[in-house]
């Protein structure tokens, strides 16, 4: 079973569209939970991380619900600069002093369309 | 500013030779990783170091190695033993309890 699955994509979207993404994760004992969004070929960078509470961040709303070990991503209002991939992150290994492994999901493309 | 510096961008290696990938970090953060991100998959980790001097084998960790001589630094290695070394290279850190990693801008590795 996979670690952390999200949906396969791609997705393209109009301008102005609203559009959810989802993941699942394996591990219970998971901690902590992040969405990455990562441009072509450039380096993931941390979108938000995700809170037990859900949280919303202008446009961008991530929800976490633990029973079912499942983490989404709403996006408002798509915007052209929207476009990448977005990753969702659990950290659930602990790796000794303290510190923490992230298990990455592959990730799902969104292309905002003019 | 603070960051994470990966070198060179882009590397081209032949059959046969070991290439060094450079990564080095002014955060002050204590941990340390290297990942591989191959077209339309998701990052695999290679090697992690928490402290100087002590590092740890990852999931893909054969054909590949790592040293970790100062807190700064934590260069990747990658021999001639790893077969497909073609793939995009990123090392990350992270301080102590923080739960996010901080990404370096990523290496290329092309085998011509």
């Known amino acids: 079973r996979k670690e952390v699955e999200q949906d396969p994509g791609p997705f393209n979207v109009p301008e102005g569209a609203t559009v959810a993404f989802n993941c699942t994760y394996s591990?219970?004992?998971?901690?902590?939970f992040f969405w990455y969004r990562q441009d072509c070929r450039k380096e993931p960078k941390l979108l938000m991380s995700?809170?037990?509470s859900g949280n919303e961040d202008g446009r961008f709303t991530a929800q976490l619900n633990r029973a079912s070990q499942y983490i989404s991503l709403l996006i408002r209002d798509s915007k052209l600069s929207d476009s990448a991939t977005y990753l969702c992150v659990v950290n659930g290994i602990e790796a000794g002093a303290g510190s923490y492994q992230l298990t990455f999901g592959k990730g799902t493309k969104l292309s905002v369309i003019p | 500013d603070g960051g994470i510096t990966q070198s060179p961008k882009y590397l081209f290696r032949k059959e046969g030779q070991n290439v060094t990938l450079s990564c080095e970090q002014n955060l002050n953060h204590d941990a340390m990783y290297w990942y591989r991100q191959d077209p339309g998959q998701g990052l695999r980790l290679i090697y992690y170091s928490q402290i100087v001097n002590d590092f740890q084998k990852g999931d893909i960790a054969e054909g590949y190695s790592v040293s970790r001589e100062k807190k700064e630094s934590f260069p990747l290695t990658v021999t001639s033993a790893q077969k497909n070394p073609t793939a995009f290279y990123l090392c990350?850190?992270?301080?102590?309890?923080?739960?996010?990693?901080?990404f370096g801008s990523g290496t290329r590795l092309t085998v011509v």
């Open positions: 995700v809170y037990s």
């Open positions: 990350a850190s992270t301080k102590g309890r923080a739960r996010y990693y901080t």
């Open positions: 591990n219970s004992a998971s901690q902590s």
